[in-house]
């Protein structure tokens, strides 16, 4: 991002002046107090909206200038777990995870070998028939991350993954999320919960009030989260 502002109408500045990188592979924390503009952050990164001033670029891509055609093909490269994304209580784990490459046409054969795959990486194969209604928080949680990278995106945007989740299962989320990111999804994820950042030891990127105001890989890491 160079130079990103993002304002809304109300004349409220959710990003001021963001300057950032990430690179391919990495994993990084977004944290900040609420409000301060991590949600908005993410969601110009899949065009969930547009900057008001600056540049988003996503592998090469000033996502600006990309044509409304091609927002679908940025957008399959792109997993999201946000808590707004609701799950389809109407089908069962299988056909949630399924259901980007029924949408996209693909062979039965192949959904069944890459939803099986992704169903024993994610530890969820034993309630895939399940209804969502009748899994925990926990593994609500998963399968949207199942959902989120059945297509092997290059980028995972996770926002508060691991909110009202207990301490076990939330760091069980997070040695998910590493799998992931190790093997080859670059990671960005929104949280407020301290203790879980800590312990990752990753790069940690502290949003205030719209802007950076922290950054561990420049080590101007100074505040808890
Ligand atoms: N669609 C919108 N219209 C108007 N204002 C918005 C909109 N989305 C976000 N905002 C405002 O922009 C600011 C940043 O919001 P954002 O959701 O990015 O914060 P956040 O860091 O994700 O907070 P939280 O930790 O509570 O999730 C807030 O003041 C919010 O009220
Ligand atoms: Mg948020």
Known sequence: MFHVFKAFPNNIQALRDINIHIRKGEFVFLVGPTGAGKTTFL?????????????????????????????????????????????????????NVAFSL?????????IKKEVNDTLNLIGLS??????????SG?????????RAVI????????????GNLDPETSWEIMQLLFKINIWGTTVIMASHDKLM?????????????????????????????
């Not at 034993?126 to 899994?135: D, F, I, T």
């Not at 297509?151 to 691991?162: C, F, K, R, Y």
């Not at 949003?207 to 890989?217: F, H, P, R």
């Open 126 to 135: 034993h309630k895939k028939n399940a209804n969502p209604h009748r899994l």
């Open 43 to 95: 969601k110009l990164i899949y065009r969930g909206m547009l900057p008001t001033k600056g540049q988003v670029i996503v592998d090469g891509v000033n996502l600006a200038r990309l044509k409304p055609s091609l927002i679908p093909y940025l957008r399959r490269e792109i997993g999201i777990v946000f808590q707004d994304f609701k799950l389809l209580y109407d089908r069962n784990v299988f056909e």
């Open 102 to 110: 029924r949408v996209v046409g693909t062979k039965n054969s192949i």
């Open 151 to 162: 297509s092997h995106p290059m980028i995972l945007l996770t926002d508060e993954p691991t």
């Open 138 to 146: 926990g593994e609500q949680q998963k399968l949207c991350i199942a």
């Open 197 to 225: 950042v800590d312990r990752a030891q990753k790069r940690v990127v502290r949003i205030e009030n719209g802007q950076v105001t922290s950054d561990t890989l420049k080590g101007i890491y100074s505040k808890s989260c």
